[in-house]
């Protein structure tokens, strides 16, 4: 393995174990009521988990490329600024343990080798946190509806990233829908048969491609991935406005040509005078 390579996969080992002593620190530290210098183990690996990032940038660039020492780079910032925000007290313990779980998710986005989502174990126990004695069995559990943001150890509600992304997401499809209808007016297509229409096939066609693009490139961020689903749902949804449109317009259709369809007259024979019976 050349000289390099080594230092990568080193830097790489570096960052994951470090990662995951710092949640597992978080994980153990019951409360909320801390001071900066309690955190000073988490600091400590999360210090060295950012040096050896430091170091991944220089190394991946010679062995990966430039793409791949952009992602170093962006994770090394992001470790940074969580270590500058637990040491000036800046955060609570549920919500570092988020922040180092979205962290180590997006290395793990790049580094295949150190995904822990594709956990078969994880999977099957991951919407089912075990309840405490104090916690009512018959209550529904609120739990979030994007895998990316949960943990055990946080109020089982939607994340506001979550909720950004939902609400944002339909608001951009919306946006497109409405370009789309613009497009139509500018080309003159607006009443056009459906198949002629430019909107159609963008709302259609680009719909079922953003919702399906996630499912086949593995690279994608879970944000990126939520985004563009959601993005490209609402989209689809225009499909029921042009499925009303035609069947409205096939009833427009069938009732003009009743109101238009010849009368045939109706011919009436005469009646013919009986004379009246001769009298003797």
């Known amino acids: 393995m050349p000289k390099e390579e080594a230092f990568l996969e080193f830097n790489r080992d570096e960052i994951f174990k470090n990662l995951i002593a710092a949640e597992g620190h978080l994980r153990n ?4 009521k801390y001071e900066a210098e309690h955190f000073s183990c988490v600091v400590k690996h ?21 793409e791949e020492s952009k992602y170093f780079m962006a994770l090394r910032d992001r470790i940074r600024n969580l270590r500058k925000k637990i040491q000036t007290n800046h955060l609570k313990v549920k919500d570092a343990v988020r922040e180092v779980r979205e962290i180590r998710r997006f290395f793990e986005s790049f580094n295949k080798p150190f995904n822990t989502e594709a956990c078969v174990s994880c999977e099957l126990t991951r919407y089912e946190p075990p ?15 994007y895998v990316a943001s949960y943990t055990k150890n946080t109020d089982r509600k939607m994340a506001w990233k979550d909720t950004g ?16 209808d613009y497009v139509d007016a500018q080309l003159g297509k607006t009443g056009a048969p459906l198949q002629e229409r430019p909107s159609v096939w963008i709302n259609v066609a680009g719909g079922v491609a953003l919702v399906l693009i996630p499912r086949l490139l593995k690279r994608l961020s879970p944000t990126t991935d939520m985004l563009m689903t959601i993005i490209g749902g609402y989209m689809t949804t225009k499909a029921w406005d042009y499925v ?11 009732a003009e040509a009743v109101r238009v369809a010849p009368t045939i007259p109706t011919v009436t024979q005469p009646i013919t005078p009986t004379a009246p019976a001769p009298t003797f």
């Open 46 to 66: 999360l210090a060295d988990a950012e040096s050896h990032a430091d170091e991944a940038i220089s190394h991946s660039l010679t062995v990966r490329g430039d």
């Open 131 to 145: 309840r405490t004695t104090t916690e009512n069995p018959s209550a529904e559990e609120k739990k979030p509806l």
């Open 165 to 180: 992304i939902i609400v944002g997401g339909q608001h951009i499809g919306k946006g497109i829908t409405l370009a789309t």
């Open 244 to 254: 009303q449109e035609y069947i409205a317009g096939g009833a427009v259709a069938v």
């Open 29 to 32: 530290m019951a409360g909320e």
